[in-house]
């Protein structure tokens, strides 16, 4: 699992990782392109 590194949060940042989260895991289930992965190859 990859985590975001913060130094902060925003006032709407556990509702926007959430967001982002089902819809990864519906994507998962749908075996459908997953979104903000870590691509070693570009460093990030």
């Known amino acids: 699992i990859i985590t975001p590194h913060i130094a902060g949060v925003s006032a709407n940042y556990h509702q926007m990782a959430a967001a982002v989260f089902i819809e990864n895991l519906q994507r998962y289930l749908e075996n459908r392109p ?7 190859e570009r460093g990030y």
């Open 34 to 40: 997953l979104l903000n992965l870590f691509v070693r």
